[in-house]
């Protein structure tokens, strides 16, 4: 398998001094769905926004390897509160990113019908984000990450502000989407459950300094995941593990 | 409360401040030439009219307040978001700004003369000054209030440069609080139309000035009306043209 993102003994900080994380050697497989749980102010949100190039390396370097194409990006974000532009309609929030590409105004317009389909949101172009629920706009969030046809995508716990129901729901097609794609993820969450519901493998950051201080292989079939016996045995090594690194941060 | 009740308690209020206002001044309590009956206002607006005064004034202080409020709405949305927009300019004028902000339109008036003589320029230059200082403000504040995050979002998404998430996300990000600036300048310049042709340059406030001379006070009151009726008119367009550019507001 090919390697699409790979970040060698990366360290970020925002004072230039003290780094969040130090050291950190993170590598996500070509079409992999790798989840990041961990330790609060451990860096996960850093991390992603690191690999997606919105603030810079401290020490190390990371390095995201996909074929070039001017019409789409390598890399697209989901960001925890969707974050769509307001005075946008709903199709304009979809093609924000393809502004910058090489992209036909009938393509933008494919691929505007091709996301609002795949987040099941046929026929909701016209509207503002207003009228939409929070779950509503979750999704074309993710739209709007698929458009620019990204081989990664990377998102900052985009279910983490839905009630229960919805993100359920939004998880499963996530999976779908994922599947159908074949895009490869990296999916930052602080609920344990749905990280290894999700992941091909379950990334534990501990912090001070921020660092992968366990990694779980999760091989499971998605099918016998949510609720089974052995799922629940994963979600509670992972707990303990997380426990372990908050002990260990607290000392 | 329904709009047609609220439309109907409006209505009511206006006439029964109007009938009110009539029954007094007919009373004979007051003199006529101290509180004119609004009875006479058609009449008053004939004789203006039929001269062709009326028309003159209301179209020379429509002239210089829109260039007022051209000249004072640009210079104070752009430098507003200049300052906003770069930490270097607005460390520059925080003094600058609080020695000049206080200083309120009519107090210009003898620079006014003195610069441009008795003049239209004199008088657009004084109504320009109240409406650069609110828009200005407003929109510093606006520009400022823009959500951090969603510029975030759009560098994510590709749009890096400086005039790019000035045009995708600061400016329509600022627009309803500078929309809401330019609607208060609006108002705040007809405030300082009468006073910036008190002195000599034809206008409505000159020829209120005039009639009050004369004690002519029903002139002064139609006057006074007019303005009322230029600022509704000029407002209410605002509003309708406000309304579709935030469209996208609940």
């Not at chain 1, 390598?74 to 304009?92: D, E, K």
Request: charged letters at 20%; aromatic letters at 10%.
């Amino acid at each position: 398998m090919a390697t699409v993102i790979h970040t060698k003994d990366l360290a970020v900080s925002f004072d230039g001094h003290t780094p969040v994380f130090e050291g950190l050697n993170v590598a996500v497989e070509r079409g992999e769905f790798v989840t990041v749980v961990g330790v609060s102010g451990a860096g996960k949100s850093t991390l992603l926004r690191v690999i997606a190039d919105l603030i810079p390396p401290f020490r190390g370097s990371v390095s995201v390897d996909v074929p070039s194409d001017s019409s789409k990006r390598p890399i697209a974000m989901v960001f925890q509160a969707a974050n769509l532009m307001p005075w946008r309609r709903v199709a304009n929030n979809i093609t924000l990113g393809l502004e910058e590409l090489d992209v036909s105004a009938a393509l933008k317009r494919k691929r505007v019908d091709w996301t609002l389909n795949l987040v099941g949101l046929e026929g909701y172009g016209d509207r503002w984000p207003y009228q939409l629920s929070g779950g509503q706009r979750q999704r074309i969030g993710i739209a709007r990450a698929l458009a620019v046809n990204p081989d990664i995508l990377l998102m900052d716990e985009p279910f983490g502000a839905l009630d229960a129901i919805t993100r359920t729901g939004l998880q499963d097609e996530l999976l779908h989407i994922w599947k159908e794609t074949g895009k490869s993820i990296l999916f930052v969450t602080h609920d344990i459950e749905e990280a290894v519901y999700l992941g091909d493998r379950v990334l534990l950051l501990g912090d001070r300094p921020g660092r992968i201080v366990e990694e779980y292989k999760i091989k499971l079939s998605r099918k016998s995941r949510r609720g089974g016996a052995a799922f629940l045995a994963q979600v509670e090594r992972v707990k303990k593990g997380l426990q372990a690194a908050i002990t260990a941060s607290a000392v | 409360m329904s709009p047609a009740k609220r439309y109907f308690l409006s209505a009511t209020g206006l006439t029964a401040f109007l009938i009110f206002w009539e029954t007094v001044a007919r009373s004979g309590l007051i003199e006529p030439h101290l509180l004119p009956p609004p009875s006479t206002l058609p009449a008053t607006l004939a004789s203006e009219a039929g001269l062709g005064i009326w028309q003159a004034m209301v179209w020379a202080s429509l002239r210089h307040y829109t260039i007022g409020l051209l000249v004072g709405s640009i210079l104070g949305v752009s430098l507003g978001v200049c300052v906003a927009l770069f930490p270097m300019v607005e460390a520059s004028q925080a003094w600058l700004a609080r020695v000049f902000r206080p200083i309120p339109p009519l107090a210009w008036i003898p620079f006014a003369i003195i610069w441009f003589g008795i003049s239209e320029t004199a008088a657009a230059f004084i109504i320009s000054i109240g409406i650069f200082w609110i828009n200005y403000f407003t929109s510093i504040a606006a520009v400022q209030a823009v959500d951090k995050d969603l510029i975030e979002v759009a560098r994510a998404f590709g749009h890096r440069s400086f005039f790019a998430l000035l045009r995708k996300v600061i400016l329509p990000g600022a627009a309803p609080g500078i929309l809401s600036g330019l609607r208060a300048g609006l108002g705040q310049g007809w405030m300082t139309v009468v006073a910036a042709e008190l002195f000599g340059i034809p206008g409505i406030g000159q020829r209120m000035i005039e009639a009050s001379g004369l004690l002519a006070s029903e002139v002064v009151v139609l006057y006074m009306f007019s303005i009322a009726l230029l600022y509704g008119v000029s407002d209410y367009i605002f509003v309708r043209v406000q309304d579709r550019i935030l469209e996208w507001q609940r």
